[in-house]
Nanobody, 120 residues
Framework: HVQLVESGGGSVQAGQSLRLSCVAS??????MGWFRQAPGKEREGIAT????????YYRDSVKGRFTISQDKTKNTMFLQMNSLKPEDTGMYYC????????????????WGQGTQVTVS
């Protein structure tokens, strides 16, 4: 049974940074990702990492600003978010699955509860 717990969200001003963390338990190698959902909008994938070879893939809107990474010794995935914009506001979710580098929700079968990010 996979469990994912996110942390690190908060309220910041535009241009500032945040680092999200996702601690995973009961999960073996595959693919992990970060999704976000803005008020009134659908959840969208923004970054994904292959936990085996550490290859990554990003949504265009976050390329160059966000970095996904992992520390396998701590079973933790990170999302470093720099140069934050108001449109980055939303609930951020950690997800785990087996498909390679997918930003589609259907490729993931385990989800965290989310952490709120607000950029003003």
């Amino acid at each position: 049974h996979v469990q994912l717990v996110e942390s690190g969200g908060g309220s910041v001003q535009a241009g500032q940074s945040l680092r999200l963390s996702c601690v995973a338990s009961g999960y073996s190698d595959g693919c992990m990702g970060w999704f976000r959902q803005a008020p009134g909008k659908e959840r969208e994938g923004i970054a994904t990492i292959d936990t085996g070879d550490t290859s990554t893939y990003y949504r265009d809107s976050v390329k160059g600003r966000f970095t996904i990474s992992q520390d396998k010794t701590k079973n933790t995935m990170f999302l470093q978010m720099n140069s934050l914009k108001p449109e980055d506001t939303g609930m951020y979710y950690c997800a785990a699955g087996t498909a390679a580098l997918s930003l589609r929700m259907g490729s993931y079968n385990a989800w965290g509860q989310g952490t709120q990010v607000t950029v003003s």
